[in-house]
C-alpha cells in the first residue's frame, strides 16, 4: 500500500523494454506533506481535487459512457487503506491502489497519450517509476510504483494495451499499482473506482458492462461470441440496433433481464470454454479479445499453438492460472 511520499533521489530512467524490479522501498503515488498544492483531496483551499458533488455529478453524467472504451488497468486486490481519500499525513490518498506480485501487467485504462513518464510521474507528493497518459477531453491517468516501462514518452496507446509492470518503486510498503484518475485537468483527481464504474469497467477485477451504442475491440468480441450462438450477425464492431436487439433475444432465452448490457449477468452465459483444438466464432471472439491486450494474432477462428501460447503468456503477465485454457476468469479479465 501506499506510504507518504518521501523525497528520495530518482534512479535512471527505465528503458522502454526494461523488466527487472528497482531496489528500495516502492510506493504509491500519495499526496502528503505541505507543497502538495491542487494535487492533495480534500484541502481546505486551493484544491483541485473535486468534492464528493462535484465526483457525484460527474459519475452521474458518465451514466450512459459504458461504451467499451474503457479498460481495467491491472488485476489484483484492493489492499488495507489503499482506497481514495485515505487519510496521509496532512492530506488523503489520490488514487486506489491494486495489489500485486512484481511484474504483474499494467494497461492502459483508455486510449491516449504517454504525456509523462518518470519518478514520480512529475506530479508533486509522487514517488516511483510513473506515466500518465492524456485521453483528450481533459481526462487523464496515472500509474504508480512501477517496476517496469513497456512503452515510451508520447506514445499513442490504446485501450488495455500493456504498457508497463506493477512493481513497488518509491515510497511503498509492496508491490502495487497505484491507479488516479483526474478530470477536468491534470491534478484535480476523482475516485477512480466510481469513475471507471460510471465507464463499465470493474475496477475490482469483476465482468465489464457494455451499452447499446458501445463500439470497438469488445463489441467485435460480443459479436463473434453471439455469433456461435447462431445470430448472424454483421461484425463491425457497432453495437447498434440490430446486435442490441440480438442480446436481448439471447437475454430472454437464458432468463435474463433483456436490457442490451452486456454485463455481470450477461457474459458468463455468452462465453465459452476453449481449449485448444476448438475452432469457429467464439475463438474468433478470444483472439480479438487477446489482440486487444497485445497478442497480435491472425483471427482466423482456428485455437491452434499460437493462440495457446497468447492465452498462457496473458495469464502469465495477469497473474492467473497459466493452464493455456480460455475458462470463465480468463475471459472475465480479457474483457474487463
Known amino acids: 500500500m501506499c506510504q507518504s511520499c518521501a523525497a528520495s533521489a530518482a534512479p535512471a530512467p527505465l528503458h522502454a523494454d526494461a523488466s527487472g524490479p528497482f531496489r528500495g522501498l516502492s ?23 473535486a468534492t464528493e458533488p462535484e465526483a457525484a455529478a460527474e459519475a452521474e453524467a458518465a451514466a450512459s459512457a459504458r461504451n467499451g472504451a474503457w479498460a481495467c488497468p491491472a488485476l489484483g486486490r484492493f489492499p488495507a487503506g489503499g482506497h481514495y481519500g485515505a487519510p496521509r499525513g496532512g492530506a488523503s490518498h489520490a488514487g486506489q491502489d491494486v495489489s500485486n506480485s512484481t511484474g504483474t501487467a499494467v494497461h492502459a485504462a483508455a486510449a491516449g497519450t ?31 510504483h512501477l517496476s517496469a516501462y513497456r512503452v515510451g514518452l508520447n506514445a499513442e496507446v490504446g485501450a488495455g494495451q500493456r504498457i508497463a509492470d506493477m512493481g513497488a518503486t ?5 508491490p502495487h499499482l497505484h491507479f488516479e484518475t483526474h478530470t477536468g485537468r491534470l491534478g484535480t483527481t476523482v475516485n477512480p473506482v ?43 464492431g457497432a453495437y447498434g440496433s440490430v446486435s442490441a436487439d440480438a442480446v436481448k433475444r439471447f437475454q430472454r432465452s437464458q432468463g435474463l433481464t433483456a436490457d442490451g448490457q452486456v454485463g455481470p449477468a450477461t457474459w458468463p452465459e455468452l462465453v465459452y470454454t476453449l481449449r485448444q483444438g476448438a475452432d469457429g466464432s467464439h475463438v474468433r471472439a478470444l483472439q480479438t479479445a487477446l489482440n486487444k491486450r497485445g497478442a497480435g494474432l491472425a483471427v482466423d477462428g ?21 493452464d493455456g485454457e480460455a475458462g470463465p476468469v480468463t475471459w472475465r479479465a480479457l474483457t474487463g
Do not use: C, K
Open 27 to 49: 510506493r504509491r503515488g500519495l499526496l502528503a506533506g505541505a507543497g502538495l498544492g491542487a494535487l492533495a483531496v480534500h484541502l481546505p483551499t486551493g484544491s483541485a481535487a
Open 114 to 144: 504517454v504525456v509523462r513518464r518518470s519518478w514520480g510521474g512529475g506530479l508533486p507528493g509522487r514517488t516511483g517509476n510513473a506515466l500518465v497518459i492524456a485521453h483528450g477531453g481533459g481526462q487523464y491517468t496515472y500509474y504508480g
Open 170 to 174: 518509491g515510497n511503498v510498503t509492496g
Open 194 to 236: 466510481s469513475f471507471l464504474a460510471a465507464r463499465g469497467v470493474d475496477l475490482s477485477g469483476g465482468w465489464s458492462r457494455i451499452d447499446p451504442g458501445a463500439s470497438g475491440a469488445t463489441v467485435v468480441v460480443i459479436q463473434h461470441l453471439m455469433n456461435r450462438r447462431g445470430y448472424g450477425l454483421v461484425v463491425d
Open 302 to 322: 482456428g485455437f491452434g499453438s499460437v493462440t495457446r501460447s497468447a492465452v498462457r503468456a496473458y495469464q502469465s503477465v495477469n497473474r492467473l492460472v497459466v
